[in-house]
């Protein structure tokens, strides 16, 4: 197997939470020299490299060897959260001789995909001392069990329904509910007394690993392509940049509930990125006026997934932009904003690409249909700095277990440390 696909799977395998994908990211990072500053501290004075964490999010930085107005800042932008099921407030419910869990939807979930999976929880829990241990338990205690087509007669002519509100409710072993059970249960798994704990955010995973896949071993069958492979592209391409290449301060920003529209204080849309780099540059001694020279001459790549030609549905695509698995990093174009990108980001886009040596593709969406959007969109209205959508060709966006190309994720690592570098 290719190096960078083994590492994307055990990225993506540790990290069924945004939680665990900030972990994730923070291992990587350290391994790479990179020191934690806790936002509550003052950052360290000088050209740094580090990185900074807030529940679902993590911001990482590395300055090139001088730091001044001049510097602009290129920021490589993912996140963190996909779509899942999440554990409800009062968790132990059940019905019919069953013990289950209730649930929140989170985003936009392909609901159908988490029917009849194996499924194990994850999350964080909140201590009386205001500790937040992780959670993980990967044995397979939770199913989602679909209907049999024998009690669903108009699964033939109308397609298969299902309402969130009841068919979505995990199982969770037969018997009584016991109040308190799930809990104790995961407060177990994290090797913590369940008395201590006060609250938690926790959630569903498919305990499937990701799966190499096809006779050429050339597509990658996981969940959380969208985002964590743009993650882990970010992270990597990061983890081995060199400071005397930098032609600006290279930030990552790696946000939660972009599936949920960004607006959170871990989200893109909130003020946590802007007021970093803001401490940033007063590290460095760049007082305000400064800084925002410093982001006048600053540009953001915003990674995430793209849309490629299925071939069961092509009709949905247009034929002008075929959009192939393996095909190249896909830059995402909207004349109505949803995707940042215009014609002076997009030509940004492709000196990188070309930098980095690898192929492009293009995507616009059909007019008919409503485009998805991202944290592009976003991270450019709040900073007032071009942006450019792109990232990874893949099928079934948020579905449970989606599919990608194994050699794309290696090219947008590629073309993410290239923006770091080019003029
Ligand atoms: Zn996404």
């Given at each position: ?57 993590i911001i ?5 060897e ?20 999440r ?20 985003g936009?979930?392909?609901?159908n ?17 205001g500790s ?22 108009e699964?033939r ?19 009584e ?21 006060r609250a ?6 498919d ?41 600006a301060?290279a ?9 949920v ?17 803001e ?10 006026p400064?800084h925002?020279?410093?982001?006048a ?13 299925h ?23 909207n ?8 014609g ?7 000196r ?20 998805g959007?991202?944290i ?14 792109l ?18 994720i290696a ?13």
């Amino acid at each position: 197997m290719h190096p960078v696909t083994a590492a994307v799977i055990d990225d993506i395998t540790a990290s069924p939470s945004p939680y665990h994908a900030v972990q994730t990211a923070a291992a990587r990072l350290q391994a790479a020299g990179f020191t934690e500053v806790d936002l509550t501290d003052a950052v360290p004075s000088g050209p740094s490299r580090g990185y900074a964490v807030l529940d679902g999010a993590i911001i990482a930085w590395l300055d090139p060897e001088t730091v001044g107005p001049d510097t602009g800042f290129r920021i490589v932008g993912a996140h963190t959260d996909s779509p899942n099921l999440r554990v409800g407030a009062h968790p132990d419910v059940g019905s019919d001789g069953f013990r289950q869990v209730a649930i929140e939807v989170y985003g936009g979930v392909l609901a159908n995909s988490w029917l009849d999976r194996d499924l194990g929880l994850s999350g964080r829990l909140v201590l009386a001392d205001g500790s937040m241990p992780l959670v993980r338990i990967d044995e397979p205690w939770f199913r989602v069990p679909q209907l049999a087509i024998h009690l669903d007669r108009e699964i033939r002519s109308d397609g298969l329904k299902l309402d969130p509100a009841t068919h979505l409710t995990p199982v969770f072993g037969l018997g009584e509910p016991t109040e308190g059970a799930l809990i104790d249960a995961a407060a177990e798994a994290a090797g913590v007394d369940a008395a201590e704990v006060r609250a938690w955010d926790l959630m569903f995973h498919d305990v499937q690993p990701p799966t190499v896949v096809g006779p050429d071993a050339d597509l990658l069958a996981s969940a959380r392509i969208d985002n964590q492979v743009s993650c882990f592209a970010a992270i990597a391409a990061l983890a081995a940049a060199d400071p005397a290449e930098l032609a600006a301060t290279a930030v990552v920003v790696l946000s939660d509930h972009e599936e949920v529209g960004s607006a959170s204080a871990t989200g893109a849309g909130g003020a946590l990125l802007e007021h970093l780099m803001e401490r940033l540059s007063a590290a460095a001694g760049i007082d305000r006026p400064a800084h925002l020279q410093r982001l006048a001459g600053s540009v953001v790549v915003s990674a995430d997934g793209a849309h490629a030609t299925h071939p069961n549905y092509a009709a949905r695509h247009r034929p002008e932009h075929p959009i192939r698995l393996n095909g190249g990093v896909v830059i995402k174009r909207n004349a109505n904003q949803r995707y940042a990108t215009d014609g002076r980001a997009e030509g940004f886009a492709r000196r990188a690409i070309e930098t980095a040596g690898v192929d492009a593709q293009i995507y616009i969406h059909r007019n008919d249909l409503p485009c998805g959007s991202t944290i592009g969109p976003i991270t450019a209205t709040r900073l007032g700095v071009p942006t450019v959508d792109l990232g990874v060709a893949q099928l079934g966006m948020h579905s449970a277990r989606e599919l990608c190309g194994t050699d794309d994720i290696a090219d947008l690592a590629a073309v993410l440390g290239a923006a770091w570098t080019v003029d």
